[in-house]
């Protein structure tokens, strides 16, 4: 069964104080990772995806970086807009070739940056 | 580019009426889309998958006389909760499938929040 943690939880942040997000996933075959962003009462916005270990990918003050293990998104001088649920979520490939499974998704990390 | 939409983005229903919502792939055609259920705090959960032109795929547990997928289109699909009961309160987001090769991308909506008084 494919799992996905996330950790922390919660992160509370000062303007300009650079973290990372971790996710730790549990896969047969991976097919991609994926980050996405929510906001409060909003639907997932898609970020990143990452296809094979070594792989980063930058966007803005965000970047994803992928191990056989997990996937981290670091945030760089992080501004209050930055804020937001960081959900991360995996597709594995399916039984029958060309095939994939559905999104597993992380329980997510509720970033919290003051000004 | 990959932008979906879903209407209504909130409804208060009565206890025992049907809600219908509706989702939509405004710039790219879907062959496949996804139905979530997400309730306070917690991650999406799959409800159903959703193949244009086919009937579609519910997870365990999840009722499907109870929750009516139609995926008419290549860009439409909709999710009918009959009978609806304050127990389906909950935020309903879709999502819609492109596929970019080796990995297929989703693409969400912005949710429609159900109240079932």
């Known amino acids: 069964e494919d799992q996905v943690t996330q950790s922390p939880e919660a992160l509370r942040l000062q303007e300009g104080e650079s973290s990372s997000l971790n996710c730790s996933y549990t896969v047969s075959g991976l097919r991609g990772l994926f980050w996405y962003r929510q906001d409060p009462g909003k639907g997932p916005e898609f970020l990143f995806t990452l296809y094979s270990a070594g792989e980063e990918k930058e966007k803005e003050r965000l970047k994803a970086t992928l191990t056989k293990k997990e996937s981290f998104l670091h945030i760089t001088a992080p501004k209050p807009e930055d804020s937001a649920t960081y959900l991360c979520?995996?597709?594995?490939?399916?039984?029958?070739?060309?095939?994939?499974?559905?999104?597993?998704f992380g329980s997510g990390t509720q970033l919290t940056v003051l000004p | 580019g990959a932008v979906v939409s879903q209407h209504p983005s909130w409804v208060i229903c009565k206890s025992g009426t049907s809600v219908k919502i509706e989702c939509r792939s405004l710039d790219f055609q879907a062959t496949t889309m996804f139905w979530y259920r997400q309730f306070p705090k917690q991650s999406l959960m799959l409800m159903a998958t959703?193949?244009?032109?086919?009937?579609?795929?519910?997870e365990q547990g999840v009722e499907k006389d109870k929750f009516l997928i139609n995926h008419a289109s290549l860009t439409l699909s909709t999710l009918t909760v009959t009978s609806a009961h304050p127990e389906d309160s909950s935020f309903y987001i879709c999502?819609?499938?492109?596929?970019?090769?080796?990995?297929?991308?989703?693409?969400f909506g912005p949710g429609t929040r159900l109240t079932v008084l």
């Open positions: 959703s193949n244009e032109g086919s009937k579609a795929t519910y």
């Open positions: 979520a995996v597709q594995a490939r399916g039984i029958s070739s060309g095939s994939a499974r559905q999104l597993t």
């Open positions: 999502s819609a499938k492109t596929s970019g090769g080796w990995v297929d991308t989703q693409y």
